[in-house]
């Protein structure tokens, strides 16, 4: 077996953080959200409403253990125990399965929260471009979600689709948007809406001649060209930003660009942590809301 | 505030979507669709702010198409379909 066989092209970048701005939580309200996705897994900890700590990783074959794993890692050299934490939201794939949350809340809810802290409360559309699906989400200016529209058939356009094409032509998944931009003239995008078709067409396409650079800008327009249709479908309004893994990808993001003739808003953040970031906002305003402590709130979790 | 929820895809031969105006669900006590519905295309849930409301089922989302081509002859389509009929609230759209 040679090298290209066994290494993993797909495997992104996993890791924590920390807010080096604040020294301390204790005194303060500490609250978390945890995205368990499909493919990845995020926790999120803010102390009084400010980003403090988070980590994101890829999700394990589980959902409760993912969960617990993100949000020990988002906890690790903070001091903060899971007792610290008044209130946690389970977002996500998975979020019904957050053994410690108080509560769930759908990922479209959380991610157009998360977007109006990380972009501001001038998005109005959002792209979230996760693991295994898309959604075009409408938000107001206090990140309220007033419609969406998520793409239920499979796994193009999506983070999983780009993992099968890094492997594929052995390409690192963080290079594939720079290769794919770096060709003299803009392939014809790949034909297939399904990710196994359009491997089998990549795959001839690089029997018939074609670069990498090539196959990869033909993908990536294709991957661009399908999710704008739903964000046509669903109606555009500026200003417009993108989350999920996939907007760490400037050859599909440009390209979404390009077709709509509309830029996205440059994120600060990692654009994977917008979901669990909704989702410790909305624990925030949750436990003012509630105006008690975590043990009398956790009866709400049944059958959620 | 309105709040439209689409569920469905696109696939070659179309779009195919249902919408759904989920305000209208949070002051339904009927919940009319779950029985209009002979592909029991719809559920109930609890949305985020825990209003009752409908959405489709995950297992129809991606097979729209099939579902709901025994409501939708080729000729004679009626002009309001079962679902449709059976939501006293007209909270449901298809786009195709
Ligand atoms: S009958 Fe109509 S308004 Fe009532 S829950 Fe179903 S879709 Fe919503
Ligand atoms: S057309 Fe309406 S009633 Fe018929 S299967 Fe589809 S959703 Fe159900």
């Known amino acids: 077996?040679?090298?290209?066989?066994?290494?993993?092209?797909?495997?992104?970048?996993?890791?924590?953080?920390?807010?080096?701005?604040?020294?301390?939580?204790?005194?303060?309200?500490v609250t978390a959200g945890v995205d368990v996705g499909s493919t990845s897994s995020q926790?999120?900890?803010?102390?009084?409403?400010?980003?403090?700590?988070?980590?994101?990783?890829?999700?394990?074959?589980?959902?409760?253990?993912?969960?617990?794993?993100?949000?020990?890692?988002?906890m690790e050299g903070t001091g903060l125990t899971l007792d610290d934490i008044r209130f946690t939201v389970g977002t996500g794939y998975g979020r019904v399965n957050v053994p410690f949350a108080n509560k769930a809340v759908t990922e479209?809810?959380?991610?157009?929260?998360?977007?109006?802290?990380?972009?501001?409360?001038?998005?109005?559309?959002?792209l979230d471009m996760g693991g295994q699906d898309c959604k075009a989400i409408h938000?107001?200016?206090?990140?309220k979600v007033t419609s969406f529209l998520m793409n239920d058939k499979c796994a193009?356009?999506?983070?999983?689709?780009?993992?099968?094409?890094?492997?594929?032509?052995?390409?690192?998944?963080?290079e594939v948007g720079a290769m794919s931009l770096s060709v003299e003239e803009e392939p014809a995008p790949v034909s297939s809406t399904c990710v196994v078709f359009a491997k089998t067409e990549a795959t001839g396409l690089l029997r018939a001649g074609w670069s990498?650079?090539?196959?990869?800008?033909?993908?990536?327009?294709?991957?661009?060209?399908?999710?704008?249709?739903?964000?046509?479908?669903?109606?555009?309004?500026?200003?417009?930003?993108?989350?999920?893994?996939?907007?760490?990808?400037?050859?599909?993001?440009?390209?979404?660009e390009r077709i709509l003739g509309v830029e996205a808003l440059?994120?600060?953040?990692?654009?994977?942590?917008?979901?669990?970031?909704?989702?410790?906002?909305?624990?925030?305003?949750?436990?003012?809301?509630?105006?008690?402590?975590?043990?009398?709130l956790q009866g709400k979790m049944a059958g959620r | 505030m309105k709040m439209i929820a689409n569920h469905g895809y696109k696939d070659g031969s179309g779009e195919y979507y249902i919408s759904l105006d989920t305000d209208k669900c949070s002051l339904c006590e009927e919940h009319g669709c779950l029985d209009g519905c002979p592909g029991q295309?719809?559920?109930?849930?609890?949305?985020?702010?825990?209003?009752?409301?409908?959405?489709?089922?995950?297992?129809?989302?991606?097979?729209?198409?099939?579902?709901?081509?025994a409501c939708k002859p080729v000729s004679g389509r009626p002009l309001r379909l079962p679902c449709q009929i059976a939501c006293v609230s007209d909270a449901i759209k298809h786009s195709w």
């Open chain 1, 139 to 143: 938000c107001d200016e206090r990140g």
């Open chain 1, 1 to 29: 077996m040679n090298e290209n066989e066994t290494k993993e092209y797909w495997r992104w970048k996993e890791y924590n953080w920390k807010n080096p701005d604040i020294p301390d939580w204790r005194g303060s309200l």
């Open chain 1, 266 to 296: 440059k994120p600060i953040y990692d654009t994977q942590i917008a979901g669990a970031l909704g989702g410790a906002l909305f624990a925030k305003a949750l436990f003012a809301k509630a105006g008690k402590d975590k043990p009398a």
């Open chain 2, 41 to 69: 295309v719809f559920e109930i849930e609890f949305d985020d702010w825990d209003e009752e409301v409908a959405t489709v089922r995950a297992g129809a989302r991606n097979k729209l198409k099939q579902i709901c081509a």
């Open chain 1, 43 to 74: 926790a999120v900890i803010m102390v009084d409403g400010e980003l403090y700590a988070f980590s994101n990783m890829r999700t394990g074959s589980d959902s409760p253990s993912s969960a617990i794993d993100a949000i020990n890692w988002a």
């Open chain 1, 108 to 126: 479209i809810a959380c991610h157009a929260r998360g977007a109006n802290f990380m972009y501001g409360p001038t998005v109005r559309t959002l």
């Open chain 1, 212 to 256: 990498k650079e090539k196959v990869l800008a033909a993908y990536c327009s294709a991957m661009a060209s399908r999710v704008v249709s739903l964000l046509e479908r669903n109606g555009m309004e500026k200003d417009f930003a993108i989350t999920g893994g996939i907007a760490k990808n400037p050859g599909v993001v440009q390209r979404i």
């Open chain 1, 156 to 174: 193009a356009g999506t983070g999983r689709g780009m993992e099968v094409f890094a492997n594929l032509l052995a390409v690192p998944i963080e």
